[in-house]
């Protein structure tokens, strides 16, 4: 289920059956926006969106020639802007889990950081870096222009609908080693998965996303230690191989 705070921060335009364009805008608090290197932290950002083009340009959710840019604008805000053609609506889907996920730090990790500093909460708060969503981010507005008549969009879901998610220690794909994934392939993969690309916020995960490994196991592909929104990894399979795509099995 998608966290409530979540849906709290999102301004959602209307969004065409044949996206062209879209555009997320992340603001921040006024007080987070002049304790960050905007600049920069668009930087960063950009280099996550590069693993999306990667997999993108293998054809990842039926995209074709998708591009980013990523840029601060103005003092308090973050906007990315994909175009493809077509853009699916699963890959501005994608693009959000991204954007929240860069801005979603664990509240632990701040606590864990003034332990280490005995408590001097003031050196603490000077060096943090992560960011608080329900209190730092101000909202996340998306818009989208392309061909035909707004269609109804669930933003936060892949197919327009929550769905499962596979918890598994082992999953197999039969009859899939041929299609194992190259090692840039393979990379993206487990960085768009790090990045939380394929679960949808606020899911818990068993496994830590990004560690999962894909090997071969005699004529099968083998993946271990996976959570993922079982969606993204038949988008995910798809563009690895010819369809149809196997179920994949857990053993």
């Known amino acids: 289920?998608?966290?409530?705070?979540?849906?709290?921060k999102l301004t959602l335009g209307p969004v065409p059956q044949n996206p062209r364009r879209a555009r997320l805008t992340l603001r921040y608090s006024a007080e987070k926006a002049v304790k960050l290197d905007l600049a920069g932290d668009a930087e960063t950002l950009a280099d996550s969106f590069a693993h999306l083009c990667h997999l993108a340009g293998r054809g990842f959710l039926g995209t074709r020639g998708l591009k980013?840019?990523?840029?601060?604008?103005?003092?308090?805000?973050?906007?990315?802007?994909?175009?493809?053609?077509?853009?699916?609506?699963?890959?501005?889907?994608?693009?959000?889990?991204?954007?929240?996920?860069?801005?979603?730090?664990?509240?632990?990790?701040?606590?864990?950081?003034?332990?280490?500093?005995?408590g001097?909460?003031?050196?603490?708060?000077?060096?943090?870096?992560?960011?608080?969503?329900?209190?730092e981010v101000?909202?996340?507005?998306?818009?989208?222009?392309?061909?035909?008549?707004?269609?109804?969009?669930?933003?936060f879901h892949l197919?327009?609908?929550?769905?499962?998610?596979?918890?598994?220690?082992?999953?197999?794909?039969?009859?899939?080693?041929?299609?194992?994934p190259d090692a840039e392939t393979e990379d993206?993969?487990?960085?768009?998965?790090?990045?939380?690309?394929f679960l949808p916020p606020g899911t818990p995960a068993e496994h830590e996303p990004g560690d999962e490994e894909y090997f071969p196991a005699g004529g099968d592909?083998?993946?271990?230690?996976?959570?993922?929104?079982?969606?993204?990894?038949?988008?995910?399979l798809a563009c690895l191989g010819p369809a149809p795509v196997p179920e994949p099995l857990e053993a």
Do not use: H
């Not at 003031?122 to 969503?133: M, N, P, S, V």
């Not at 818009?143 to 269609?151: K, L, V």
């Not at 929104?229 to 995910?236: S, Y």
């Open 1 to 8: 289920m998608t966290v409530q705070k979540y849906i709290a």
């Open 68 to 118: 980013v840019a990523v840029a601060a604008v103005g003092p308090d805000r973050i906007e990315v802007l994909l175009q493809a053609d077509p853009l699916p609506r699963d890959l501005i889907v994608v693009a959000l889990r991204l954007l929240i996920a860069a801005n979603d730090n664990d509240p632990g990790d701040f606590q864990q950081l003034l332990d280490a500093l005995d």
């Open 120 to 135: 001097d909460r003031e050196a603490a708060l000077a060096i943090y870096a992560g960011t608080d969503f329900e209190t």
């Open 138 to 155: 101000a909202g996340i507005e998306i818009t989208a222009e392309g061909e035909g008549p707004a269609a109804p969009f669930d933003p």
């Open 159 to 180: 197919g327009g609908a929550p769905g499962p998610v596979w918890q598994a220690e082992r999953l197999v794909i039969p009859g899939w080693v041929a299609w194992m």
């Open 188 to 197: 993206a993969i487990l960085m768009l998965s790090a990045l939380r690309g």
């Open 221 to 236: 592909l083998a993946i271990t230690s996976i959570s993922i929104e079982a969606a993204a990894l038949r988008a995910i």
